[in-house]
């Protein structure tokens, strides 16, 4: 759809309406007598979003220089359409603008899909060089960070929540709870594929066992909570139990990278229980596995780890039973 003068607007708090519903829409972005026809589709169940610009008669789709974006072509009711995509979950907030703002250079700057592509992806470039804020994979991440510490602090209280929370201070692991350590990660994905940073983060400290929590999350729409409602949500129980913990609590964020002024629009739920299972029990990767020929010449590793066949294992150091979201009450209207 587009607005009066001509622009297409397509929010995002509609977008999100129907990915968190897992329904598929189409939205005309172009008008009905333009000479190249815009769709903005929200496809596969609801779990996929793209831009489809009608190409012309020898027209090719362009290529992407992008990792996590695709370009193919499409019919869509006996027009050939080229399709811009990504399957990355959790880029799909960044992507909807970077969709929106190829489509005005079509429809309002009359490029072909070739020129807006690369002039969108370019200029977000030259914007992005210097990047500031958090990044997407650590939103999520501090998102199901903040859940976890929400948990300790109902059983432990603030002060020892928030002293137990060493992943702001980029500690070893994020939690160092009473007897054990805990290391959370937390995804956007139907699957429970997370990324290891290094062979250190899944390893014990010495005398101290070490759980591993995996969280998926995924878009609830109305019903879910941002991660600045989040930050609002434990500051104000912390302020309300330990004025003095609530302090502490706003210094480990702002050392986390937390800001108030991030971009922030994303709402998002639990899609599963928590899954809670020992360190020694993940397929992981550990210092010992490696050749000291290859530790001598290797920095750093990262990997990504599948833990979707695992179940939760007793015992674990934090009690995540009634596990949710720090959002705050909403009042119905």
Avoid at 181 to 186: F, N, P
Wanted: charged share 25%.
């Amino acid at each position: 759809m587009t607005d009066a003068g001509g622009s297409p607007e397509l929010p995002w708090s509609t977008v999100e309406h129907y990915l968190g519903a897992r329904q598929a829409a189409g939205y005309r972005l172009s008008a009905p007598i333009s000479e190249r026809t815009v769709w903005y589709e929200i496809g596969d169940g609801g779990q996929e979003i793209s831009l489809q610009v009608e190409l012309d008669r020898h027209q090719q789709p362009p290529r992407s220089s992008l990792p996590a974006v695709a370009i193919d072509q499409v019919w869509r009711d006996g027009t050939r359409m080229a399709r811009i995509r990504t399957t990355h979950v959790g880029l799909m907030r960044d992507f909807h603008d970077l969709l929106i703002a190829v489509a005005d250079r079509v429809v309002t700057g009359e490029r072909d899909l070739a020129q807006a592509f690369e002039e969108t992806v370019h200029a977000w470039g030259r914007l992005l060089d210097r990047p500031r804020g958090l990044g997407v994979e650590r939103r999520i991440g501090l998102h199901g960070e903040l859940a976890v510490l929400y948990a300790v602090a109902r059983s432990h209280g603030w002060a020892r929540a928030v002293d137990s929370w060493t992943g702001p201070k980029g500690e070893q692991h994020d939690f160092g709870l009473p007897g054990a350590d805990l290391e959370v990660k937390t995804t956007a994905s139907e699957v429970r594929r997370h990324t290891v940073h290094g062979v250190h983060q899944l390893t014990e400290t010495p005398g101290r066992p070490l759980w591993f929590a995996s969280l998926q999350l995924t878009r609830g729409g109305l019903g879910g909570c941002s991660l600045r409602e989040s930050v609002a949500e434990v500051i104000r129980d912390a302020r309300a139990a330990d004025r003095i913990a609530s302090v502490r609590l706003e210094d480990a964020l702002a050392a986390g990278g937390w800001s108030e002024g991030d971009p922030d629009d994303e709402r998002w739920t639990l899609r599963t229980a928590p899954l809670l299972v020992p360190a020694d029990q993940l397929p992981r990767l550990t210092e010992s596995m490696i050749p000291l020929s290859v530790r001598e010449h290797v920095s750093s590793i990262d990997y990504r780890m599948d833990v979707t066949h695992l179940s939760s294992v007793p015992g674990s150091p934090v009690d995540l039973t009634e596990f949710r979201l720090p959002c705050p009450t909403r009042t119905p209207n």
